[in-house]
């Protein structure tokens, strides 16, 4: 019997990695096809699946073949090479993304693989002899596209508005890549939208060393997975047969009740892990955002668990595998700190003087937009400088660290019970986004596209599924500029998530310009300090 061929895209990524991982192990069962940057981390990572397949490695680009294993090495933003290694696929599994915080940096990079590249996948199937009617498409979205979700409504599920947050372009173009795929003629697609995967292995969890840790509201809910967890759910997309009703839908993918934790108790627990006495030894409460980030529980990640099977680790298990994974030297500093309250109290003062100079000398830092004025971050981060000025320090406001009720579960705007809707249903739908959906008729098909108009005027074809069951609305208003105080007093749909954090007199305006002030900041930061 001819073998499956699966292609997978972003191998080498958190979620691509552990993902090709457990591919690796059914590869009596699949011929694997990798896209792969020919730069030499890759090389090296991927240097003993090639000796194992016998390929002799190459120079740069090109591509190679061994026994069920084929490489391109080349870049997915070339149409020509997404061409190559969707040739002849069964499966297309998507876990490339170009992630925050390197997104804001680099806005551009980030267009070219969240959306650029998506539309170069969904293109090469569509070109495929036969390719939409029969290449099973796994696509991953974020949780970032829904944006700040703290109590009320911290408890999501899809079909939420999409609020990308305020200088937050990775969300931006993770919805448009999204839409591409929403909206495209495959028959087999599914769109998967990732919560924060947390690394497994010590190496990789301490690897970020940015300010964006900051911009997480200390009440910011998380719902997280780990990576192994996110690998295996995504290989285990290759069990759903085509007549499952699993396909042209969206998924929220977290990893259930064991994996949920508050921000603050997420941060304790860290410390906690490396030995030290708490957060408020190495951090000053002002240095956290007060809003404009991402991150929910959810309603509904049990739905995508029931299909894929991957709710395996708690977030117990997530400290457990970085204690072991962490260096000897790591653990012998965590035990002194633990043990010795002078070289704890040496470390703590250490930690806190990096960690002050990450966030008032970044440029993306939340303390150095309040000492060098960036009027646009302060407003959108924290309201404005009063807001900033009134943050009371750890021995006056201790946030909670308990898991939050269900306290208000948002309204899609029709009646979601009703198992067939009719044209009325999406006038409906359209008129509480302040809109309207203009086609004079619909056959009923949720795949059948339509016109609309949103609040603003801007006309627009949609999908009934991607209005209503995703939520997405208005590809023109969802793009910067941000000016999500004037979208909400003429959307009520996405009211709902805006004026949660936002106080309805307030009118702000963000361009796309106001991003500059942060391009090449990590280059920038480190350059300093070198």
């Not at 000053?284 to 099977?309: G, M, T």
Request: glycine share 6%; charged share 25%; proline share 5%.
């Amino acid at each position: 019997m001819k073998k499956e061929r699966v292609v997978l895209l972003g191998a080498s990524g958190t979620m691509g990695y552990s993902a090709f991982q457990e591919l690796w192990k059914k590869r009596d069962q699949y011929e694997i096809v990798l896209l792969l940057l020919p730069d030499l981390r890759e090389k090296l990572l991927f240097r003993p699946y090639e000796i194992i397949s016998n390929i002799k490695s190459i120079p740069g680009r090109g591509h190679v073949q061994g026994d069920g294993l084929k490489i391109i090495w080349g870049n997915a933003i070339e149409y020509d090479d997404v061409a190559i290694a969707i040739e002849g696929a069964d499966w297309v599994l998507n876990a490339m993304a170009y992630i925050s915080p390197m997104a804001d940096y680099y806005p551009k990079n980030a267009r070219a693989v969240n959306t650029d590249a998506v539309n170069n996948v969904i293109r090469a199937i569509q070109t495929q002899s036969l390719g939409k009617q029969h290449i099973r498409y796994i696509h991953t979205g974020t949780v970032a596209e829904t944006g700040d979700r703290q109590p009320p409504i911290h408890w999501g599920r899809v079909g939420d508005p999409l609020n990308p947050s305020v200088f937050d372009f990775y969300a931006i173009t993770k919805i448009d890549g999204e839409r591409i795929v929403l909206e495209s003629d495959l028959l087999y697609w599914v769109s998967i939208r990732m919560t924060y995967i947390i690394p497994t292995e010590f190496k990789h969890y301490m690897k970020l060393q940015d300010p964006i840790m900051f911009h997480m509201p200390l009440r910011t809910c998380m719902e997280n997975i780990s990576n192994r967890n996110a690998g295996v759910g995504l290989i285990n997309a290759l069990n759903i047969p085509k007549e499952s009703d699993f396909w042209r839908r969206v998924y929220n993918m977290g990893g259930g009740p064991g994996m949920r934790i508050s921000a603050l108790n997420y941060m304790k627990q860290t410390y906690k892990m490396l030995g030290l006495s708490g957060y408020r030894k190495v951090n000053d409460r002002n240095w956290y955002a007060l809003r404009n980030f991402h991150l929910q529980y959810y309603l509904d990640s049990h739905i995508c668990n029931h299909y894929l099977n991957y709710w395996q680790d708690t977030m117990t298990d997530i400290w457990e595998a970085l204690h072991k994974s962490s260096p000897l030297s790591i653990k012998t500093l965590s035990f002194l700190c633990r043990n010795f309250p002078l070289i704890r109290n040496f470390v703590e003062k250490q930690t806190h003087g990096w960690l002050k100079n990450l966030v008032e000398y970044h440029a993306n830092g939340t303390r150095n937009w309040y000492l060098h004025k960036n009027d646009q971050r302060i407003i959108a981060f924290f309201k404005d400088y009063k807001s900033y000025e009134a943050i009371l320090d750890w021995d006056k406001e201790d946030p909670s660290t308990e898991i939050e009720p269900v306290q208000q579960i948002l309204d899609h705007g029709y009646d979601e019970s009703r198992q067939i809707l009719s044209l009325l249903d999406l006038e409906k739908a359209a008129s509480f986004r302040g809109g309207e959906c203009i086609s004079p008729e619909w056959n009923g098909d949720l795949y059948h596209k339509l016109k609309w108009r949103c609040a603003f005027g801007h006309e627009f074809i949609a999908k009934a599924f991607t209005i209503l069951k995703a939520g997405h609305w208005c590809p023109v208003c969802v793009r910067p500029p941000w000016n999500g105080d004037e979208q909400a007093r003429k959307n009520p749909f996405f009211a709902q998530v805006w004026h949660a954090s936002h106080d309805p007199e307030e009118n702000n305006n963000y361009s796309m310009e106001s991003v500059k002030d942060i391009l090449a900041a990590d280059e920038i930061y480190r350059n300093r300090n070198n």
